[in-house]
């Protein structure tokens, strides 16, 4: 989540109750959990497992529990619970805000937009021109849609990602700051669920195609001319390349790229990256040619294991 202005070291370490190393004024422009961490963000890191990698981030400013050295171009805030404090900074930068229309007032419609009865359209939503947003429709706050977008009934889009972190008596939940944004002439079927990203974006990109009953988990891109059809899964932080073809209840794991023009058959699901440009099927998925063989094989299984048995009688008898 990028801040409206940038804010200055001394004054988030302030606001926090913090001490902190670097320079007064170095600027923030923004936070970000470390999935999602771009030059000028803070991010933060509460466990030595991954101490080392929020250090060696694209992040300017890392939140921390334990006293290191400040790395070269960077700046250092020191907190006894960085988990605590950076859910303080999401809270005040995006505070929740309630709603008290259907459509709020400070949501931006364009030209030729038509949004249907019972649609609700949240705060500071932003949606181009000539899309249509059919009934009972949920877009919930800081989203953003391009021109030409349809979205059938039922589907609700931004909603909070799926995101905790485990303590050994409570899960606490990661606030989302993060927004979807939906690019040109994108099409979203009914009951459809888009989780908006932590603290990035969530995006489908131009010419993508849902069916119904489609979930895509926080911060994924989904690429341009994408089809999904009905029921497919895809779990957070996923990079789906264009001109993917997903068929009816394929499951994508997290943190997963699936590359340029790939096809995965229905019922199929991917627990690591795969190729573009081959088609896949079974769970887990590989390449369909060699899928097909083995359940050929594993068909034959009871025929081999009659002629295995004959042939054993037959040994017994010459003995």
Known sequence: MKFNQPQSLKGIAG??????????????????EIHMV???DLTFVDHPKYYNKALG???????????????EGK??????????????LVQNFRPFEAASK??????KIGEGSIVQPGAFIGNHVVIGKNCIIHANVSIYDHCILGNNVIIHSGTVIGADAFYFQKREKETLKFESCGRVLIKDHVEIGANCTIDKGVSGDTIIDEYTKFDNHVQIGHDTYIGKRCLFASAVLVAGVTHIEDDVILWGQVAVNKDLRVGKGAILLGTSAIDKSIEGGKVYFGAPAVEAREKWKELVHIRRLPEMYEKLNKLIKDAEKVK
């Not at 606001?15 to 970000?32: A, R």
């Not at 259907?102 to 949501?107: C, D, L």
């Open 75 to 88: 700046a250092l805030i020191f907190s006894n619970s960085p988990f605590e404090d950076y859910m303080k």
């Open 102 to 107: 259907m459509i709020s007032e400070s949501a």
């Open 57 to 71: 981030s694209k992040a300017s400013i890392i939140l921390i529990n334990k006293e290191v050295d400040c790395p």
């Open 15 to 32: 606001f926090l109750g913090c001490i902190f190393k670097g320079d007064p004024d170095f600027p923030i422009s923004g936070i970000n």
């Open 38 to 40: 771009e030059p000028g």
